[in-house]
């Protein structure tokens, strides 16, 4: 039986446990939150509890399935599957960050591997997508190197502050193209 991509599920792997986001979580996420800039391309919430918010309602309105990072019993960030395309079975896996404290670990390789087996293999997703600022030149060189393909670039996708606007790169990963990257990302989490 197909799990639903919205339904709420924990997530493990070594240290690292997805867990459906809570709003007892705001003050830890907070604390975590601490002494990271935000920026207008990231998902970094200027105020926890009112982001906390924000994607429960997202969750209730069936298109969000938002996730508490949690490291050594620890939230360290948050990370969600968004867009849940349910009747197409696509999703979107975003809205992502991390604490300092876990950044440039195998935190984020661990998270996204959760997040991609548990759609291939749980939820028989037909794609997983991911989209970040043509600019982030961190964030795609870290989407690329988890495997996922570039489909292409969405022009003056969104207004930032000040009137800028945003180009979006997206990229995904298909049905038969997730066990080579299963490997590579299990071969990464092993070395």
């Known amino acids: 039986m197909t799990t639903a ?13 997805l867990v459906p986001l809570d709003p007892s979580h705001a003050d830890a996420l907070a604390s975590a939150r601490d002494g ?5 391309y ?15 309602a997202e969750r ?28 197409n079975r696509r999703v979107e896996i975003g809205y992502t960050w991390l604490s300092r404290d876990v950044q440039r670990t195998e935190v984020n390789t661990t998270a996204k591997r959760l997040l991609l087996g548990h759609a291939f293999e749980a939820c028989d997703a037909i794609a997983v997508e991911f989209r970040t600022s043509w600019h982030n030149r961190q964030s795609r060189a870290a989407i690329e190197r988890l495997g996922a393909r570039q489909d292409g670039v969405l022009r003056n996708h969104r207004i930032g502050p000040g009137g800028t606007m945003r180009d979006t790169v997206v990229y995904s990963i298909l049905p038969h193209e997730w066990p080579g990257v299963r490997m590579g990302l299990d071969a990464r989490l092993v070395g």
Do not use: K
């Not at 991509?5 to 446990?17: A, D, F, K, N, Y």
């Not at 990271?36 to 207008?40: C, D, K, R, T």
């Open 60 to 87: 209730d309105a069936g298109r969000m399935n938002p996730f508490t990072v949690v490291v050594d019993g620890r939230p360290q960030g948050m990370t969600t599957f968004c867009d849940i395309d349910a009747e």
């Open 36 to 40: 990271l800039e935000y920026a207008w």
């Open 5 to 17: 991509l919205t339904e709420p599920v924990t997530l493990r792997h070594g240290r690292v446990e």
């Open 42 to 56: 990231t998902a970094i919430p200027a105020s926890v509890p009112d982001e906390i918010t924000r994607r429960l």
